[in-house]
DNA sequence: ACCTTAATTGGATTGATTCCGTTTTGTAAA
DNA sequence: TTTACAAAACGGAATCAATCCAATTAAGGT
């Protein structure tokens, strides 16, 4: 999925187009990792000084229900990012530090036989975590 | 692992015996399911009316560091249930409406073949979440 | 250009979690 | 058993992510 397409699916449910929601697709697009709300807003306010946490709430939760990014939660925080191949069901190996990502193919779900007895299944999680080589040792991690 | 063995856990690692301790595992026993703080401050609250929110949120750390309980989060809430079966690696099906569990016995860590490049495994999540039979239809969970 | 409605603002609010100074309690030693 | 010390608990404040809300601004169709 490519910014045209994310706008396009945005316009097709009705949305409007707003230079924000362009920009936060940006940043999304171009740091391809995990971001968590605040950082996300650190950056917008870089262009848009006044952007309030509403608006990146807001357009987060639009953006997870139209499947343009995919969420998920560590160190109590919730985090984001752009929804690497859609077509095809997929986890992730993350990095911690830096929010950076690797796919990975399996899915474990295929080795689960059948509906569990008495339980109506409706989502499941499978992640690994991990430190990226940029983010090992003691320096920064390399945002 | 029973009451007796959680308790002489906390003995061993220094850690002081104390009534509202007992009662707190007491609780994730009975239970044997997934609690949040607030719940198991609720259940302690009838036996100890004063009993604060520092003494749970303390109290479920040290349990969690010694293995005595097992936590994840779903909802935007951490939870916790008694560490079931301490001797073997598991993973759990969750019902997300009473926090009850089944066992998943095979771990997709099997399938990850060696170290991935450049990146170091430091833990990783498998879970299942459903609505248990319990549970289903509209009538309130049955907690 | 106008109108309707959605988007954004900014500030308040919620709710979970943590912090901290004070008091109480468990435990080991006298 | 008493004493002394450190850990545990209390209770209330502080923090922090996330949500809510009334007022304002902007998008997009007519």
Redesign the pocket.
């Known amino acids: 999925m490519d910014l045209k397409q994310a706008l396009d699916l ?2 097709k449910h ?8 362009e920009l ?1 697709m940006d940043i999304f697009l171009r740091e391809s990792r995990y971001l ?3 950082e996300v807003l650190d950056q917008m306010q870089e262009d ?15 953006f997870e229900k139209l499947g343009i990014v995919e969420g998920t ?1 560590w160190d ?4 984001y990012r752009f929804h690497c191949n859609r077509d095809t069901h997929h986890h992730h190996i993350i990095c911690t530090k830096c929010g950076r990502t690797r796919e990975i193919r399996v899915c474990p779900m295929n080795a689960i036989l059948g509906e569990p007895d008495n339980f109506e299944i409706t989502g499941h999680k499978f992640e690994i975590y991990g430190i990226c080589a940029d983010c090992e040792g003691d320096h920064a991690p390399r945002h």
């Open positions: 945005l316009k009705g949305y409007k187009y707003t230079n924000k929601r936060m968590s709300a605040r848009f000084p006044g952007l309030s946490f509403d608006t990146v709430y807001r357009n987060i939760s639009i939660e109590g925080e919730r985090r």
